[in-house]
């Protein structure tokens, strides 16, 4: 979708209609999937369902020469993104070892772990401002959330410094936005408040989305998290004096809203 056109009615009504297409066809993936994993067929199984709608929200968003450092729930985000394809999915499940079938990771990891290519076959760059960019996912959690404030940091100091303005394969100037992803239950990780003060501090072009499912597996949020909000936790580093960052919280059922936010 062209953000800054105006639809038209039917533009808008294919719109949705293609949203609500990647939001079936990832939960239907999920269901698969759980199936494939509980009837031996696949060793093991992670999987996004229940935040498709979140997903596909943020990925109108996401531009080409943006970059995701992101955890593995985020399958609709990559499929909406273009990204991944259902066959490209199921390989992961299977553990695949082909590239051409996985390229995301070939099977040296878990499922559900994304990544997109920085290099050509013979070992140069490739324009990162021409593609939408994923670094490669790893299992620990919140351990995403040190690379994102490293890829947004990057991004401001393309734009703060003159030497890098040659690289015009790597940044268009630091317009660049890092995007991130994470579960309530990891934002209790030490990860994830060192790089949210950081942040604050550094003013870099960071969005990072934390999907409140009310439980971490199966503990209740309300032994974990403080004030059983991880928004409300947070005030603390909200924009008052200029090097905060801004909270929102919304509905992940609420397209309209999920839509306006991002």
Not at 74 to 86: K, N
Request: with cysteine; aromatic share 12%.
């Amino acid at each position: 979708m062209e953000l800054d056109k105006k639809l038209s009615f039917d533009d808008f009504k294919k719109e949705v209609l293609n949203d609500y297409y990647i939001c079936n066809l990832s939960r239907k993936l999920s269901i698969l999937g759980r199936k494939e994993v509980l009837s031996g067929k696949a060793k093991f199984g992670i999987f996004g369902d229940g935040k498709e709608l979140a997903q596909v929200a943020i990925a109108k968003f996401f531009r080409k020469g943006d970059w995701r450092s992101g955890y593995y729930r985020d399958q609709t985000w990559m499929l909406a993104s273009g990204l991944l394809t259902p066959e490209q999915f199921f390989a992961q499940l299977y553990g695949d070892t082909d590239i051409r079938n996985n390229p995301h990771n070939s099977g040296r990891v878990f499922n559900n772990h994304f990544s997109t290519a920085n290099t050509n076959p013979d070992g140069s760059w490739k324009n990162l401002m021409e593609q939408k960019n994923s670094s490669a996912d790893i299992s620990p959690t919140a351990g995403q959330m040190p690379r994102l404030l490293g890829l947004a940091y990057a991004s401001k100091l393309y734009r703060n410094l003159p030497e890098l303005n040659s690289f015009k394969n790597l940044s268009e100037g630091g317009n660049e936005v890092a995007f991130g992803s994470i579960g309530d239950a990891s934002t209790s990780e030490g990860h994830f408040w060192e790089t949210l003060n950081a942040a604050s501090v550094l003013q870099v072009p960071l969005a990072l989305f934390v999907y409140d499912d009310g439980y971490g597996i199966s503990v209740p949020k309300k032994h974990q998290t403080a004030r059983q909000s991880i928004s409300e936790a947070i005030k603390g580093l909200e924009d008052e004096y200029g090097n905060g960052i801004k909270i929102y919280k919304v509905k992940g059922w609420d397209y309209p809203a999920l839509v306006k936010i991002v």
